[in-house]
């Protein structure tokens, strides 16, 4: 059983950066697709990032191209978020979450596993 712990979150001023951090145990990381999604209060949860197992390729979502970067450590078992220029609306609570095999995937029913969330809050 695969098993994905978030951490990293906190709350920041908007113009302000955090790392996300997301360590996995319980199965072969180096297999797994990861990604990054977030629900705010009210919302959807809605697709913000994806990272195939090789950092091969990467894909976001429009509101947050060009700010944010996905990238993973293997050997470390850990997926990170690096949320730079953030703004108000990205406050929201994120998770991480994997699947196995290739490719890259924005909805969140094509993941197998899910941690358990980490809370953003961007002050304006």
Do not use: H
Request: proline share 3%; hydrophobic share 30%.
């Amino acid at each position: 059983q695969v098993q994905l712990v978030e951490s990293g979150g906190g709350l920041v001023q908007a113009g302000g950066s955090l790392r996300l951090s997301c360590a996995a145990s319980g199965g072969t990381f180096k297999n797994y697709g990861m990604a990054w999604f977030r629900q705010a209060p009210g919302k959807e949860r809605e697709f913000v990032a994806a990272i195939t197992w090789s950092s091969s390729s990467t894909y976001y979502a429009d509101p947050v191209k060009g700010r944010f970067t996905i990238y993973r450590d293997n050997a470390k078992n850990t997926v990170y978020l690096q949320m730079n220029s953030l703004k108000p609306e990205d406050t929201a609570v994120y998770y991480c979450a994997g699947r196995s095999g290739t490719g890259l995937f924005s909805s969140p029913l094509q993941y197998n596993y899910w941690g358990q969330g980490t809370q953003v809050t961007v002050s304006s």
